[in-house]
DNA sequence: ATTATTTATAGTAATATTGCTATATATCTA
DNA sequence: TAGATATATAGCAATATTACTATAAATAAT
């Protein structure tokens, strides 16, 4: 149904899955990339590297915000997108390894 | 629309993205947990683990068959299931860690 | 040979995801 | 203030995912 049976898995398989669900699109990939590189992008600096329209970049950065994965702070008119540092090592062996 | 604009991305961020979507269901991380622990099992054993159907189950499994993580053989009238060796230590990092 | 056991596939229905265009919102700049 | 810039949201359409029941297929057991 397309809906998955939370309450048959504990905490921590759901969270582990949201964790690598987030990761499992390669815009998101390409995103998390170029923040291991850059340290610190503005929405529109995805745009430029990622061919989507800007509203689907957009998304996935809210997607990966709320995963936990990165996160984002207004700076003026643009908003200024990081690797949530407490994950930042790990992101890089993530991406990285293999 | 639920397509993925695959040419896009490189081989290497679609392959990983492709690696993370395997890992990004509870019932997959349950699978996997569960070869962790037993080395090998048959289909039937995750049945009686995981409170789902088991034709959900096995369409589980080929899901992380067909990413490389886990290897099936047949064996008799059931089938063997167990993490792919080359992955097996990654994988515990993956869903150790955290 | 018949029945039981084990697994996969077919078919279906509900929900989620991905991506677009259009537009709202908020801040800068002239 | 008016226009430009930057981002998010709304709304829509297409496809993917999840899970079920029913059933096929293949081996094991009686």
């Known amino acids: 149904m397309g ?3 939370e309450d048959t898995y504990t905490p921590r398989q759901s969270k582990l899955a949201q964790w690598y ?4 699109h ?4 390409a995103i998390v990339e170029q923040l291991l590189r850059s340290n610190c992008c503005i929405c529109k600096d995805f745009t430029s590297e990622i ?3 800007q509203p689907t970049i957009s998304r996935h950065l809210q997607e990966l ?3 936990g994965i990165i996160c984002g702070t ?3 008119a643009s908003v200024s997108y990081c690797i949530n540092p407490r ?5 890089r062996e993530l991406i990285t390894e293999n």
Do not use: M, N, Q, W
């Not at 669900?21 to 499992?24: F, P, S």
């Open 26 to 29: 390669p815009a998101r990939i």
């Open 87 to 91: 994950y930042r090592k790990r992101l």
């Open 21 to 24: 669900k987030a990761l499992g």
């Open 74 to 76: 207004i700076e003026g």
């Open 65 to 67: 915000k709320s995963a």
């Open 3 to 5: 809906v998955t049976k």
């Open 51 to 53: 061919d989507l329209a």
